[in-house]
């Protein structure tokens, strides 16, 4: 079976940094893309970012420039650094990503983790 679980969620002011982490354990052959979703109470689940297999990444209007994808396949984690957080950013924040369990898999299924709460609050 396959877990992704998400970590570094916290409360933090307006201006500030936060760190998450996203990391697939259990039966993990390979990874493809790997994104960062979010929600917010009372809208619609958003795409954040997406990073490739390589590490090239795109970002939603809203968190680029401000947003930072990566991953280390080593490890089987993603990462999102985000600065200059703003109360906009208060969201659940969700993984998600395309994983083979094992080599006999025909193709890459999707797989969400539980989400992690980001509240940017003075």
């Known amino acids: 079976q396959v877990q992704l679980v998400e970590s570094g969620g916290g409360l933090v002011q307006p201006g500030g940094s936060l760190r998450l982490s996203c990391a697939a354990s259990?039966?993990?052959?390979?990874?493809?893309?790997m994104a960062w979703y979010r929600q917010a109470p009372g809208k619609e689940r958003e795409f954040v970012a997406r990073v490739t297999r390589d590490g090239s990444a795109n970002y939603a209007d809203s968190v680029r420039g401000r947003f930072t994808i990566s991953r280390d396949n080593a490890k089987n984690t993603m990462y999102l650094q985000m600065n200059g957080l703003k109360p906009e950013d208060t969201a659940v924040y969700y993984c998600n990503a395309f994983i083979k369990a094992t080599w006999t898999a025909p193709y890459h299924d999707t797989y969400w983790g539980q989400g992690t709460q980001v509240t940017v609050s003075s």
């Open positions: 259990g039966s993990v052959f390979s990874i493809n893309d």
